[in-house]
């Protein structure tokens, strides 16, 4: 059985290309995650200032259009709901160092392979689990 099958776990997707966001989104799913989409970070913003909506891992692209880009949201997220993990994405070198910053691991490289994508993920939700030897409080 695909791990997260049983669990469901819940991931957000930012991306503002479609052709880039519909595939792994359905990818993740594919592997029994959750999965809410969002075409930009105000649109994430929107999705996790509900507190009643769960979401493990936000796994953003880096250079998106408008207000906040994905260092924007990433930050928001540290802010406002501890315990989610951030997952960046991105192509410019720049954003290596700054995406350090933010997140435990350095961003992965676009265009990324969609099992790359869940490895990722599957890492970082059991390190969470392994920690606290439970599931974090996910409403936080």
Known sequence: MIEGLLSQETILVVEDEVLVRMPIAQYLRDCGYKVIEAANADEAIT????KETVVDVV???IE?????GGFGLAKWVRE???GV????????????EQAEELC???????PYEAQTVHNHIRRLLAARKGASGQPED???
Not at 85 to 96: C, Q
Not at 104 to 110: G, S, T, V
């Open 47 to 50: 999705v996790l200032s509900h």
């Open 59 to 61: 796994f953003t692209d």
């Open 64 to 68: 998106m259009p408008g207000a906040l």
């Open 80 to 82: 406002h709901r501890h």
């Open 85 to 96: 993990d951030v997952i960046l994405a991105g192509t410019l070198p720049r954003t290596v």
């Open 104 to 110: 435990e691991e350095a961003p992965l490289p676009k």
């Open 138 to 140: 996910r409403h936080e």
